[in-house]
């Protein structure tokens, strides 16, 4: 079974920063070869999709929310993908979570990590 692992997360004040991570368990996938893309879910609100990296070029997507103050990229010798989070707010609490997207950023998520939880204080 594939599974994603997501790492990173805690409790920052507002206008701090974090670095999630996620990686691989066992050598199920190579998330070098892999469109990924990190996802939160907030208490009471749909999942949003926040980036998304592509394999083939290294394209980055981010939705407007987190738009210059998020940054997705890879660690390739490491083979995961992290989210460096820049002047957090409050609204930025949720739990983090990962996922392939084996036909591109802009299908649909196949494999999910456990998730991670971030929280913002103010």
């Known amino acids: 079974q594939v599974l994603l692992v997501e790492s990173g997360g805690g409790l920052v004040q507002a206008g701090g920063s974090l670095r999630l991570s996620c990686a691989a368990s066992g050598f199920t996938l190579d998330l070098n070869d892999e469109h990924i893309a990190w996802f939160r879910q907030a208490p009471g609100k749909e999942r949003e999709e926040v980036s998304c990296i592509s394999r083939l070029d290294d394209t980055t997507y981010y939705a407007n929310s987190v738009k210059g103050r998020f940054t997705i990229s890879r660690d390739k010798a490491k083979r995961t993908v992290n989210l460096q989070m820049n002047r957090m707010t409050t609204e930025d609490t949720a739990v983090y979570y990962c996922?392939?997207?084996?036909?591109?950023?802009?299908?649909?998520?196949?494999?999910w990590g456990r998730g991670t939880q971030v929280t913002v204080s103010s």
């Open positions: 996922a392939n997207k084996p036909r591109g950023c802009r299908g649909r998520p196949s494999n």
